[in-house]
């Protein structure tokens, strides 16, 4: 049974920096694409950032020029580099991998629990 595990939440100050790491149990496909959801307190599931099987990265308006991204070559790891996070920002964060990619927008507009794999998540609270 495939897993995805986040790590790396925490508390920040506003204007700091945190990475977040989420790694799969077993290689998911050369097709694959990985993505960042969260969700804030009172608030439903909301994509932040996706990455494609070819490394292209897609980011929600939100967070867009102030978090990255990325993966590791054999793409069982994604990060997402969160610089200048802000108060709006804390959430809880998950990670989650699909076999085939869709369309990252759409993706990322439309999470659901039915498509690919999730993690459990993990909390960042950004402080004022």
């Known amino acids: 049974q495939m897993e995805l595990v986040e790590s790396g939440g925490g508390s920040v100050q506003s204007g700091g920096s945190l990475t977040l790491s989420c790694s799969a149990s077993?290689?998911?496909?050369?097709?694959?694409?990985m993505a960042w959801f969260r969700q804030r307190p009172g608030k439903g599931r909301e994509g932040v950032a996706s990455i494609d099987s070819d490394g292209i990265p897609t980011y929600s308006d939100s967070v867009k020029g102030r978090f990255t991204i990325s993966q590791d070559d054999i793409k069982m790891t994604v990060y997402l580099q969160m610089n200048d996070p802000k108060p709006e920002d804390t959430a809880m964060y998950y990670c989650?991998?699909?076999?085939?990619?869709?369309?990252?927008?759409?993706?990322?507009?439309?999470?659901?629990?039915?498509?690919?794999?999730w993690g459990q998540g993990t909390q960042v609270t950004v402080s004022a």
């Open positions: 077993e290689y998911i496909s050369n097709s694959a694409c």
């Open positions: 989650a991998a699909v076999v085939a990619c869709p369309d990252q927008e759409w993706w990322l507009e439309h999470p659901r629990d039915d498509l690919g794999y």
